[in-house]
């Protein structure tokens, strides 16, 4: 049996995750975290029968320790990093939001225990020392990320180099909205993504085309390769989840239907493959397929992330960290959507970028930036 824990058990990924394996066999659940729905997790709970599990709050322990006295039961980002410890686990998916999931993943590293990452802002907050970490301990750190899984199954062979990546992005839901009609938009309308089932904020992030310009930064670090030879591309389709491009002028591409059960299955079971929730059903006939340039000026977040990304050393870490409030406050009702540029313009302005910063230098830089930037 391969021994899965899986952060972030609640969330988009994670509860997809579960429906990958129910499908999988000789897959046990070790453990599960989870933040606060802790109605779901106790079903969760119930279904798989994890050994341990972890909460975010302290007043959700008591609750979980007399519904499941059988379990162990941790809290916070102890609770995380005790499960990333455990060498019993042959993979940990970590699908938690935000910065929590840095840490735990790099203790995971450390006690050579392959990752399934699906949690960006591990890669583009610390990637160079993520990265460095994974050499040194000979461990895989797989993408969950639909773009960077088709990137991985388009390289094949670990011989093949890519020569350029291609990332292709839906455009979200203001593809074809004018500025003055993104500038009038509410919430609401930008969660209504015409081809993804995600979470909130990554929803968000892929109405303002950060995303895409977070994953450019991903894919930096996961394949080692330039920024001037990674592009973006528009497919509003979302049938091709990227390309590579040889030195040969073949290009390849991962097609396939859009959900992310594909990908989140292909880093559990890599290098191989198994029938799985999504094998039938999807049909090439009738299928359109167009592809366009990305427009920098009305999507700025992109640029900005580009330029973000080879600055390097904090300047990431200063654009997710003033992205993740300036959703966070556009969700809120706090600001309106062009603001969310507005304010990680801003704060990339006000910082003098660092090279090199330690974990813990990046993550004072990380809480200075929030503090400065939300409201």
Not at 80 to 99: H, P, R
Not at 102 to 117: Q, R, S, V, Y
Not at 152 to 159: E, I, P, V
Not at 341 to 351: N, P
């Amino acid at each position: 049996m391969k021994k899965i824990t899986l952060l972030g058990s609640t969330g988009s990924i994670g509860t997809q995750t579960l429906e990958v394996l129910d499908y999988l066999e000789d897959y046990e659940v070790l453990a599960l975290a989870a933040g606060r729905n802790i109605t779901l997790l106790s079903k969760q709970i119930e279904k798989y029968h994890p050994k341990r599990v972890s909460v975010q709050r302290e007043e959700d322990v008591k609750f979980i320790k007399s519904k499941f006295p059988q379990i162990e039961v941790l809290c916070g980002i102890e609770g995380l990093m005790e499960l990333c410890s455990d060498t019993q686990n042959d993979i940990i998916l970590v699908a938690t939001s935000g910065k929590i999931g840095l840490k735990p993943t790099l203790c995971a590293i450390e006690n050579k225990i392959n990752i399934a990452l699906a949690n960006k802002e591990t890669l583009v907050m610390a990637g160079d020392i993520v990265m460095k970490k994974a050499r040194e301990n000979n461990v895989k750190i797989l993408p969950v990320d639909s773009e960077h899984s088709a990137i991985l199954q388009c390289l094949g062979d670990k011989n093949n180099q890519a020569y350029k990546l291609i990332i292709t992005a839906s455009g979200g839901p203001f593809l074809y909205k004018t500025r003055e009609e993104m500038g009038h938009t509410n919430a609401l309308e930008a969660l209504k993504h015409p081809r993804w089932h995600m979470g909130r904020k990554i929803t968000i992030d892929s109405a303002t085309l950060m995303n895409k310009g977070l994953e450019v930064i991903e894919a930096h670090h996961l394949f080692n390769m330039d920024y001037s030879d990674i592009k973006v591309v528009i497919h509003p389709q979302s049938l091709v989840h990227s390309f590579v491009e040889f030195k040969d002028g073949s290009i390849l591409a991962q097609v396939g239907f859009p959900s992310m059960h594909i990908p989140i299955q292909y880093a559990l079971t890599y290098p191989t493959r198994q029938k799985g929730i999504k094998t039938d059903g999807f049909s090439l006939y009738g299928q359109q397929m167009s592809f366009e340039k990305p427009d920098f000026n009305k999507f700025p977040c992109l640029k900005m992330a580009y330029e973000a990304g080879k600055t390097g050393g904090s300047a990431p870490v200063v654009l997710n960290a003033a992205n993740e409030v300036a959703v966070n406050n556009f969700l809120e009702g706090k600001i309106s959507f062009l603001d969310i540029e507005k304010t990680v313009y801003k704060a990339l302005c006000d910082h003098t970028p660092m090279s090199n910063p330690t974990l813990e230098e990046i993550f004072e830089i990380d809480i200075e930036t929030r503090k400065k930037y939300g409201k």
